[in-house]
């Protein structure tokens, strides 16, 4: 039997450990103006992976960077993580894959001038996580999306479901690979 790769010797841990109440309600159960964003994560062969994680961070409606402490409070009396409280609005979600690779985040619509969700991806056989961007419309401008070569573009930018429903699917490799950004200390 083969040695494992320092990959395949790590985790996933990220359902025992990770995960915490409604971590994909980033808005209150209901809001109004609440939008859906949703996909699968695929490996490689284009099988999906039943036991990645997902975290989420954007900016709030109105522009603003700062979000809101809130997402992992902690409980006094259990020490556990209860979860949001229901009112504050933190722009940050994580949510787990479920058994058929499927993940869901239910946001608020970013500004026009940071039209995006920022996407970080942590998964077996990743020894790094990856970062990238989910945009919801595709701006007329952008410093990112207007450097890449439009096949590639359009790796970055969720198709339109239903009214505020958005899909965004993530393929770690092969011909439909999701351009992840590289970021430098």
């Not at 490689?44 to 997902?54: K, N, Q, Y």
């Not at 992992?72 to 058929?100: C, I, K, Q, S, Y």
Request: glycine fraction near 12%; hydrophobic fraction near 35%; proline fraction near 10%.
């Amino acid at each position: 039997m083969p040695q494992p790769t320092p990959s395949q010797t790590v985790g996933p841990f990220y359902g025992y450990a990770l995960p915490f109440p409604d971590g994909g309600q980033v808005v209150p159960a209901g809001h109004g103006d609440a939008v859906t964003v949703h996909g699968h994560v695929y490996d490689g062969r284009g099988d999906p992976v039943p036991d990645a994680l997902l975290e989420t961070w954007q900016a709030a409606p109105d522009g603003s960077l700062a979000g809101r402490p809130g997402s992992l409070r902690r409980d006094p009396v259990t020490g556990g993580f209860p979860g949001r409280n229901g009112v504050d609005f933190t722009g940050f979600a994580r949510v787990a894959t479920d058994a058929d690779g499927h993940w869901a985040v239910h946001t608020l619509q970013p500004p026009a001038d940071l039209p995006y969700l920022s996407v970080c991806v942590f998964a077996r056989g990743l020894m790094h996580h990856l970062f990238t961007r989910v945009y919801l419309e595709a701006p007329a401008s952008d410093t990112l999306l207007s450097a890449l070569p439009e096949n590639r573009r359009a790796t970055l930018i969720a198709h339109q479901e239903g009214e505020r429903v958005h899909r965004f699917d993530i393929h770690l490799q092969g011909e439909k690979e999701t351009v992840f950004l590289d970021f430098h200390r």
